[in-house]
């Protein structure tokens, strides 16, 4: 399995709704990641888990909350977005604790928030 | 810090040569990357070079790197229509230790 499953592929949500994104992976990496990526931009990146523990926080307001269960589990909880936070959110994985740049990547959750 | 900079647009016909060129500012990156992304779907790894190397080639795809000039290069041999696509340059190490991604370059293949 060489497959980061992101799910929903699309989601909806107005400004009140509490709702989550979810990333699996079942390649044995040490190291998960989000990030957010605008139309016609690169991807930013938002966290950053390594052995399952927080390692970086590119300033990300609260709104946004990581959690990683487990090893191959990801989760990005959502709380009183804006329009602005409409976007693809990307999950990433890497095969080693430390990243070196080698990432392979979800096919997205593309969030409009209302 | 680093900055990655691409040419926004390049447009080749079926069956030529396409050739994508990036410029990074941090000299002591190590790892320097070529990312594909298709519309609506997330980035693929295509290929990588290290920064002691000169050139890599992985069947139709070419990576050439002048450190001196902190230039990076994809030549994708026999460009097909399923290579259009958002190419994506992208810098690693260096001063912060992150991967740092190019502007994107939208590859569009005329039959």
């Known amino acids: 399995d060489t497959e980061v499953t992101q799910t929903p592929k699309h989601l909806v949500m107005g400004m009140t709704n509490k709702k989550s994104l979810k990333c699996e992976q079942h390649m044995g990496h040490r190291a998960m990641y989000w990030y957010k990526q605008k139309a016609k931009k690169p991807p930013e990146l938002m966290f950053v888990y390594s052995y399952e523990k927080l390692s970086i926080n590119e300033s990300v307001p609260s709104r946004f909350s990581p959690e990683c269960p487990n090893s191959s589990l990801l989760n990005l909880h959502l709380h009183a977005l804006q329009p602005e936070d409409s976007a693809l959110y990307l999950c990433?994985?890497?095969?080693?604790?430390?990243?070196?740049?080698?990432?392979?990547f979800g096919e997205g959750s593309r969030l409009t928030v209302l | 810090g680093e900055d990655v900079e691409q040419s926004l647009f390049l447009s080749v016909r079926e069956g030529d040569s396409s050739v994508i060129n990036c410029t990074y500012t941090?000299?002591?990156?190590?790892?320097l990357y070529w990312y594909k992304q298709e519309p609506g779907a997330g980035l693929q790894l295509l290929t990588y070079?290290?920064?002691?190397?000169d050139m890599k080639q992985d069947q139709r795809l070419t990576v050439l790197l002048n450190k001196k000039d902190k230039h990076l290069s994809l030549r994708i041999a026999d460009t097909q229509t399923g290579d259009s696509a958002i190419y994506f340059c992208?810098?690693?190490?260096?001063?912060?230790?992150?991967?740092?991604f190019g502007t994107g370059t939208l590859l569009a293949v005329q039959p």
């Open positions: 992208a810098a690693f190490g260096g001063a912060t230790n992150k991967l740092i």
């Open positions: 941090d000299s002591s990156s190590t790892y």
């Open positions: 990433a994985s890497s095969p080693g604790a430390t990243n070196t740049g080698e990432l392979f």
């Open positions: 070079i290290f920064s002691n190397m």
